[in-house]
């Protein structure tokens, strides 16, 4: 569990610095992955821990000191670092995970300060641990946590069936990942997009890409940030047997989103492959159905786009869906996997305009 919250993380974290069609900007936000997931890990640990955190130890010289077992030293680091007013500037439109909230909520009614503990305030701080300790355990927060790791889970585990369905009916892939959203460059007048003509732009987007020739799949993810603002990861499979190219077909794509919207910017993913593999989460390209390794790389990106909302999901009255995905076409007739499917005979599936909750 440890090495794919760790594959998470890494996904998260090269998706956050912000391309303007110019340039990079890093801000605050990409501290957010490592900050999110890291109070999730505490807060569930703290759940199943009952042991004593901290008590009083002597120094050698006399005289008695604060001591901590690792995960107290998890929580001292954590509790003396956060700052839920910076992420929230980052992700001011997104509703967190419970573990977060109950943190959150908690260090405002904290009674000590976690900056050089002492031993005077040991019981102050073991009596506001014990507050934390029974919040996290009670049975209506726990069934809050569960249904919010359902969610999580279940279009987890949609979206893999989903890529094996595909590899089932066809022995090569294609992928093309890019990322679309809108100038924002600070240097430049800010262009303003509203919720519903980003999502009206994303079902154009979507409907252009239903047509493409060759095209047997699709998923996307709509994200917000403070810098960027409106954005949408796209991961677009075609038949490897029918279209090569996948620059090409990124940058092609990239243009008619340009099209669209008069004033977007695009990320050719793989006009960059090398960067992605340089970073172990190659996943774009020729994939063949027998290449574990890539379609490993595949299923990790694709992971980050299903899960990342159990941390931090935009929210809003005309936001509607925030990811979606195509639906597998129905199977030929015959023995073998099939090499040829009609992009005509493929279904419409979860258009951005659908309201509702995380639902594939």
């Known amino acids: 569990m440890q090495d794919k919250d760790n ?6 974290t090269a998706s956050t610095p912000s391309w303007t069609g110019k340039r990079w900007l890093i801000t605050h936000e990409h501290d957010s992955p490592r900050i999110l997931m890291e109070v999730d890990r505490l807060m569930a640990d703290l759940a199943k821990n009952r042991k004593d955190l901290f008590w009083r130890g002597h120094r050698r010289r006399g005289g008695e000191q604060v001591e901590a077992c ?22 001011a439109r997104h509703t967190f995970s419970p573990y977060f909230q109950l943190l959150e909520r908690n260090l405002d009614t904290c009674p000590i300060r976690w900056e050089g503990l002492c031993p005077e305030n040991l019981d102050a701080l073991n009596q506001w641990i014990d507050e934390l300790r029974r919040q996290v355990r009670s049975e209506p927060f726990s069934k809050r946590v569960a249904d919010h790791e359902r969610a999580a889970r279940k279009n987890a585990a949609s979206l893999r ?12 892939m294609l992928v093309v990942r890019l990322d679309v959203g809108y100038r924002h460059d600070p240097a430049e007048p800010a262009v303003i997009v509203t919720d519903a003509q980003a999502k009206e732009d994303l079902t154009q987007m979507l409907g252009h890409i239903r047509k493409l020739p060759g095209q047997v799949g699709y998923v996307w993810k709509r994200e917000y940030g403070a810098i960027k603002g409106h954005h949408t990861h796209l991961m677009v499979l075609f038949n490897g047997h029918q279209v090569r190219e996948g620059i090409s077909w990124g940058k092609l794509l990239g243009q008619k989103w340009q099209a669209i919207t008069e004033r977007g910017v695009y990320w050719n993913c793989n006009a960059h492959a090398d960067a992605y593999r340089l970073r172990g989460c190659l996943g774009i390209g020729l994939i063949h159905h027998a290449d574990v390794r890539l379609r490993q790389g595949l299923e990790q990106a694709a992971m980050y786009l299903a899960k990342v909302d159990y941390y931090a999901r935009l929210v809003g009255p005309e936001i509607g869906r925030v990811f979606g995905k195509g639906v597998l076409p129905g199977r030929h007739s ?23 909750a995380l639902q594939t």
């Open 7 to 12: 594959l998470l993380q890494r996904h998260w």
């Open 70 to 91: 690792p995960l107290g030293r998890r929580l001292e680091r954590c509790a003396g670092s956060f700052d839920p007013g910076t992420l929230r500037s980052c992700l």
């Open 161 to 172: 069936q989903y890529l094996d369905g595909l590899f089932d009916r066809y022995a090569k």
């Open 334 to 356: 015959g023995r073998g996997r099939p090499r040829q499917t009609s992009p005509a005979q493929m279904p419409v599936a979860d258009d951005p305009g659908e309201q509702g």
